[in-house]
Nanobody
């Protein structure tokens, strides 16, 4: 069974950090592009950070540039999202997704991704 499971969400104060994990089972995640998406209440799902299958290109949503970073641990079949200097506007449910395609460094549409996790809540509040 092909599956993605996110973890690492929680409540953090503004300026704090969290690291989200996306663990895959049933397939090799390093063969796929991986995206982190988020969805805030009342808003659509948006791409936050997306990496190409070959790891040679990465998309960063403008508001997270310099604060968020994506990385892979192929031995653990896991992708991480390191989030630093968190702001209240980062509050959302965060999802990871995997797919064979990549949208390029300027956009990351949800339509490119075939496999999705269940999401993990990130709340940034004092």
């Amino acid at each position: 069974q092909l599956r993605l499971v996110e973890s690492g969400g929680g409540l953090v104060q503004p300026g704090g950090s969290l690291r989200l994990s996306c663990a895959a089972s049933g397939f090799r995640l390093d063969y796929y592009g991986v995206g982190w998406f988020r969805q805030a209440p009342g808003k659509g799902r948006e791409g936050v950070v997306c990496i190409s299958p070959s790891d040679d290109s990465t998309f960063y949503e403008d508001s997270v540039k310099g604060r968020f970073a994506i990385s892979r641990d192929n031995a653990k079949n896991t992708v991480y999202l390191q989030m630093n200097s968190l702001k209240p506007e980062d509050t959302a449910v965060y999802y990871c997704a995997a797919g064979p395609h990549y949208g390029g460094s300027h956009h990351c549409p949800t339509s490119l991704y075939d496999y999705w996790g269940q999401g993990t809540q990130v709340t940034v509040s004092s």
